[in-house]
């Protein structure tokens, strides 16, 4: 079974809302990095937003600051995604990813080497369709 399970993908109008959710199911220790990253079809996996789960540091791509909220829930062990003002290209499928650093690496940094170069643990997925 994956670490993480998001669920809360669903097909929704331009203009909407979604909240998304990510159970942590395998502890990976109280001082850690967790993330929302999503892929289009036939694109490149991007980092959405981020945040340090003993700091509450968070960062999000440019393109969804201001409509997107990351957050969390220690005593459910629950991470989350709040969508607002969903547009077209927010569709992609959304994975959360978890792992034990010292500080979230920054966007540039994940855009630059991948998602994967600084988080083992993923979930495997859930969809998000926004139509115009």
């Known amino acids: 079974q994956a670490p993480l399970v998001e669920s809360g993908g669903d097909s929704v109008q331009a203009g909407g809302s979604l909240r998304l959710s990510c159970e942590l199911l395998q502890y990976t220790g109280r001082r850690k990095c967790m993330a929302w990253f999503r892929q289009a079809p036939g694109k490149e996996r991007e980092g959405v937003a981020s945040?340090?789960?003993?700091?509450?540091?968070?960062e999000y791509l440019d393109s969804v600051k201001g409509r997107f909220t990351i957050s969390q829930d220690s005593a459910k062990r629950t991470l989350y995604l709040q969508m607002n003002s969903l547009k077209p290209e927010d569709t992609a499928m959304y994975y959360c990813?978890?792992?034990?650093?010292?500080?979230?690496?920054?966007?540039?940094?994940?855009?630059?080497?991948?998602?994967?170069?600084?988080?083992?643990?993923w979930g495997r997925g859930t969809q998000v369709t926004v139509s115009s």
């Open positions: 945040l340090n789960t003993r700091s509450g540091t968070t």
């Open positions: 990813a978890a792992d034990r650093l010292w500080g979230c690496p920054s966007m540039t940094a994940v855009q630059a080497r991948g998602g994967s170069a600084f988080f083992r643990y």
